[in-house]
């Protein structure tokens, strides 16, 4: 057996991630130096790397650069040591090494209202405390003109919420494997029917500017084409496990260079149709129950991450009380898997836009850190209380209340916490989420198989 050893890093790369750590990547990347082209970082399991399809990565794109007025640029808040979203650890580092100054710490959207207090080390400690504890940023939407509802009573802790601007604690969604996507932001508002994924981005990277980094003009079409272009060249994937090793080795497809070659379509694998296959991740399939014989420790990780892939592909999940597929299919129980929701190949997420909700924002799960919501149905009457109503701000629809987008499933050690308000602090504490939420009565053993997996990816 051949020693393991970790892959080759571009000396450049290494040189990069050690200033880095020390001085944060998105201040260096304003010092405008150029990065190779894979990007290496380490994470909870192992490290994840980052190619961009044209090869270098380039540092003069719109996406590293201030086109707002609070300092802010795309980076701030997608940092590719975070696996291009923002890992809440490194937002602990950023807040001691700049007393909370750096651009991320603004009170547009970085606090826990627009009005808390930032005047001392201590205030803004206290008004920056999602991002510090959860990685979130307060995202304002209000209740749509026309809506079936009306919001009847708001629990807001920081005293700012209201109809005209609900807050809204969400994650950054990653800005890398974006050719994957069927649907843009958490809540879908930045797909526009009928428009390409390049449209929809380009739109949202001139609606990030003007919101998160304070623009007063809009993007010119050149910038919001450049980038959207950008970010659609980025794969980003785990490419060393600190004990299964290489994850493209003995036949094994992980890595970012099999992701950008992985194919797909919207639509490319979807429950909803005929000759739909639920084994939606075949990364590890060489990974076999051989593996499992094995005294080589090195061995018994790879094959603990193939039953990983195998139970997310596999095991059976009684899916019920889902809203926007349960009542979209008039079933009460859905026989699925892992994958019949997160269905796109090797990705991970859903290969048509499909929001439900699985659970995340409902009430007996709220803590006292959260806004809680109520809202009445104009024509039933009925109440519902959430601390995030989702899509249904965007189409004013009641059967939409607290649904979201499973987002892409790969790159997940860089970026913890998980689910769109981050209140799974690890990948271990997701799948006790989804143990208790659909009676799966995993063993530790399979727990651990699963994480080994998720972690792989
Ligand atoms: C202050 C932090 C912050 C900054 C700065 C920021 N974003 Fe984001 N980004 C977020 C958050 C939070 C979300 C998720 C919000 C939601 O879904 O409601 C997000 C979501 C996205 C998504 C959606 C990805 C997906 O899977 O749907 C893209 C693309 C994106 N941002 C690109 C950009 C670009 C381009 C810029 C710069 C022009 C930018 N962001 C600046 C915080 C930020
Ligand atoms: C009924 C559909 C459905 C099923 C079944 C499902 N998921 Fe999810 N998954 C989602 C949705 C929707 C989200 C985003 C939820 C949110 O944050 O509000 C999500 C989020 C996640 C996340 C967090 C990703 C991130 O970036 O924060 C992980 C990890 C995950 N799922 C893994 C799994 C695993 C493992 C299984 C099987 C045990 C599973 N999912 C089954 C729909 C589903």
Redesign the pocket.
């Known amino acids: 057996m051949k020693p393991l050893l970790k892959p080759a890093r571009f000396i450049a790369g290494a040189l990069v991630c050690a200033v880095a750590i020390m001085i944060g990547l998105p201040q260096l990347l304003q010092a405008g130096s150029h990065l190779p082209s894979a990007l290496v970082s380490d994470d909870v399991s192992g490290e994840f790397r980052t190619i961009h399809v044209r090869g270098a990565i380039d540092l003069d794109n719109g996406f590293f650069q201030s086109l707002g007025t609070n300092g802010r640029s795309c980076v701030t808040c997608h940092d590719p040591s975070d696996a291009w979203g923002l890992a809440s650890a490194h937002v602990k580092a950023r807040f001691d090494a700049t007393l909370g100054m750096d651009p991320l710490f603004r009170t547009n959207d970085g606090s826990t209202s627009p009005l808390a207090d930032v005047s001392t080390v201590e205030a803004r400690r206290a008004a920056y405390k999602m991002l510090l504890t959860k990685g979130l940023i307060r995202v304002g939407i209000g209740v749509p003109a026309g809506a079936e509802f009306e919001l009847v009573s708001v629990d807001d802790p920081y005293g700012y919420a209201s109809t005209t601007e609900l807050s809204l604690f969400r994650?950054p969604?990653p800005t890398t494997n974006l050719a994957f996507l069927s649907a843009v932001m958490?809540d879908g508002r930045e797909t526009f029917a009928g428009e390409s994924m390049h449209f929809d981005l380009s739109d949202q990277a001139n609606g990030a500017t003007l919101g998160h980094a304070a623009g007063i003009n809009p993007l010119t079409p050149a910038q919001r084409n450049s980038i959207a272009n950008f970010e659609l060249g980025l794969y980003t994937a785990q490419d060393y496990d600190n004990a299964a090793g290489n994850l493209d080795a003995h036949g094994a497809n992980g890595g970012p260079k099999a992701l950008a070659k992985q194919n797909f379509f919207i639509g490319i694998n979807d429950v909803f149709s005929l000759g739909f296959n639920p084994s939606v991740f075949t990364l590890f399939d060489a990974w076999d129950a051989r593996h499992g014989s094995s005294n080589d420790p090195t061995m018994s990780a790879r094959a603990a991450i193939a039953r990983g892939q195998e139970?997310?592909n596999t095991?059976p999940?009684a899916?019920s009380g889902?809203n926007g597929?349960n009542d979209k299919l008039g079933v009460t129980q859905l026989n699925?898997?892992?994958s019949?929701?997160?269905d796109a190949p090797n990705g991970g997420d859903h290969s048509v836009s499909l929001?439900?909700d699985?659970g995340?924002?409902s009430a007996d799960r709220r803590t006292p850190d959260m806004p809680l919501y109520t809202f009445r149905n104009n024509t039933t009457g009925a109440e519902v209380s959430t601390t995030d109503p989702?899509r249904a701000l965007i189409t004013g629809k009641w059967k939409d209340m607290s649904l979201?987008?499973?987002?892409?499933?790969r790159g997940?050690a860089g970026?913890a916490p998980?689910?769109?308000?981050g209140s799974?602090a690890t990948?271990q504490e997701?799948?006790n989420f989804?143990d208790a939420r659909?009676n799966?009565a995993l063993t530790t053993q399979e727990k651990a198989d699963?994480a080994a997996f998720?972690l792989a990816l």
């Open positions: 994650r969604l958490w139970i997310f095991r999940i899916i889902v597929l699925g898997t892992c019949t929701c997160h929001p439900v699985i995340i924002a989702g979201f987008k499973g987002p892409i499933l997940l970026r998980y689910f769109h308000d799974a990948i997701a799948i989804y659909f799966l699963l998720l």
